[in-house]
């Protein structure tokens, strides 16, 4: 730009002025042992005036640090040459402050002086003390974590590691980072599959799973079981890979040993049904044995149905000791097996008898299965008793056991025969079969009873599980 401009109209001495006042660093000028000049920001930071401050001596703001003070008298009495410090200062209203001052000595002046700077640098000090503490907060619980930390590059190269890790396998930080890889600790099962995983890892950004390590204990190695969490972060557009591991060796070692003593105690409750049924088999064979010395029907008939109701009860623990479970029985293979062996203990009586079941795939508890094969055992040996008599014909039996609403289960046995009187009262009847079967369904089943008495008979038993009905009562 040329010619005459606004700035040749405005002295030198006016823009250092300017500057210097505006400016919000503090600036002053020490000479002959006097504070010479301050601008507004040095009074503004200090709060002391110019004054104030050339009356108490310049340094004693400075007098909380002997050091910082000390370093400043060396440069003012002419024994060093510049200095530039950080410290904290008291302003007047015993406000803290953090600053750093610059002071040197100012050349071609008449006079012995020194040009001084001061910079409020108290957030800055604040936002580092924060990031100080962060780090120092994020660092304790890196190492203080129970379990195990370890950050590494994508080729497996060991970044990191928390004191966790360091103590499970016995190797200082400073040797293994930048040192070892993933792939020293490993057994050589996971060592092979190491890199498909980090393909995976690199692929999904994320992988759980369990590896196999070894560690060195001096006399001899062991094997530890880890459960991995791994994810892959963005650092400064570098993919580094977190790993947080925990120790599972011991409970795996606990749920292998719960394993083996189930397998044991199933082993122990298969035979403990098993010896149950054989002894009920013996009773059965006792009264069969009785059954051949009974002198008259009546006799023999009652023989018969206490060894078809053991039979029912044997029957339960059979299917049991053959399941795969202990828990539950399948009632679908329970009671077609358990009425074919009713029909053929009445050997003469079932001639002509067709049998039809219609059973829903249903696993109940032993405690529900036992009084449904009880009713089962009633219905039918007093359906082949009673509702085919000599002379009508052929005859059919339908059991079926089907699922209803709300966890219930309907039984249901019925017969085409001759049917029951209209005036039969259940309670009365002097003969235990379908009054065992109104107990049971009431009491040991906590069901209800319906009888239809149309074309045949047919017997109708709603309840719930066993469960239900547990947590019903709790």
């Not at 250092?16 to 600036?27: D, R, S």
């Not at 015993?94 to 040009?115: E, G, N, Y």
């Not at 890196?142 to 360091?166: R, W």
């Amino acid at each position: 730009m040329t010619g005459t401009g606004v700035s040749e109209k405005i002295r030198p001495a006016d823009l250092y002025k300017a500057i210097v006042e505006t400016t919000g660093a503090a600036h002053f000028i020490i000479g002959g042992g006097h504070l010479l000049f301050a601008n507004p920001a040095f009074e503004t930071l200090t709060g002391y005036t110019q004054a104030e401050l050339d009356q108490m001596g310049f340094l004693t703001v400075f007098a909380e640090n002997p050091r910082a003070a000390d370093s400043l008298k060396a440069v003012l009495d002419g024994r060093g040459p510049q200095c530039c410090i950080e410290t904290e200062i008291t302003t007047k209203n015993s406000k803290k402050k953090w600053v750093a001052a610059t002071v040197a000595p100012l050349q071609d002046w008449p006079i012995p002086a020194f040009l001084g700077t001061i910079n409020d640098i108290t957030n800055y000090k604040k936002r580092e003390e924060a990031l100080s503490q962060s780090e120092l907060r994020y660092k304790t619980v890196f190492n203080m974590a129970p379990d195990m930390f370890v950050i590494y590059d994508t080729e497996g190269v060991i970044l990191d590691q928390n004191e966790g890790t360091c103590e499970v396998f016995g190797i200082p930080r400073d040797e293994a980072v930048h040192k070892t890889g993933m792939l020293t600790t490993l057994c050589e099962e996971d060592k092979a599959r190491f890199p498909l995983v980090r393909e995976e890892t690199l692929k999904h950004g994320e992988w759980r799973g369990e590896f196999r390590a070894v560690r060195d204990l001096g006399r001899g190695r062991e094997f530890i079981d880890f459960d991995s969490h791994v994810k892959v972060a963005d650092l400064d557009g570098e993919k580094i890979v977190i790993c947080i591991a925990r120790d599972v060796t011991q409970r795996k070692r606990m749920e292998k040993q719960i394993r083996e003593a189930l397998r044991e105690k199933e082993a122990l409750l298969r035979e403990i049904h098993h010896r149950v049924k054989n002894n009920m088999q013996i009773i059965s064979s006792l009264l069969r044995l009785q059954l051949r010395q009974a002198a008259d029907e009546k006799t023999r008939a009652m023989f018969r149905e206490s060894q078809n109701r053991i039979l029912s009860m044997a029957m339960i623990h059979e299917k049991l000791y053959q399941s795969e479970g202990l828990h539950r029985i399948d009632l679908q293979d329970y009671i077609r097996d358990l009425a074919g062996e009713v029909l053929a203990s009445f050997g003469d009586l079932a001639d002509g008898v067709t049998l039809k079941t219609e059973v829903d795939q249903i696993a109940l508890e032993m405690d529900t299965a036992i009084p449904c094969g009880l009713i089962i055992i009633e219905l039918l040996s007093n359906a082949l008793k009673y509702a085919f008599p000599p002379g009508r014909g052929p005859g059919e039996i339908f059991i079926g056991l089907s699922a209803e609403d709300q966890g219930c289960f309907g039984l249901t046995v019925r017969d085409d025969g001759v049917g029951l009187p209209a005036d039969l009262d259940i309670p009365r009847l002097p003969s235990l079969g379908l009054r065992l079967v109104s107990d049971l369904a009431r009491y040991q089943l906590n069901g209800t009873m319906d009888i239809a008495r149309e074309k045949g008979t047919r017997v109708y038993v709603k309840f719930q599980g066993k469960e239900k009905n547990s947590r019903e009562k709790g």
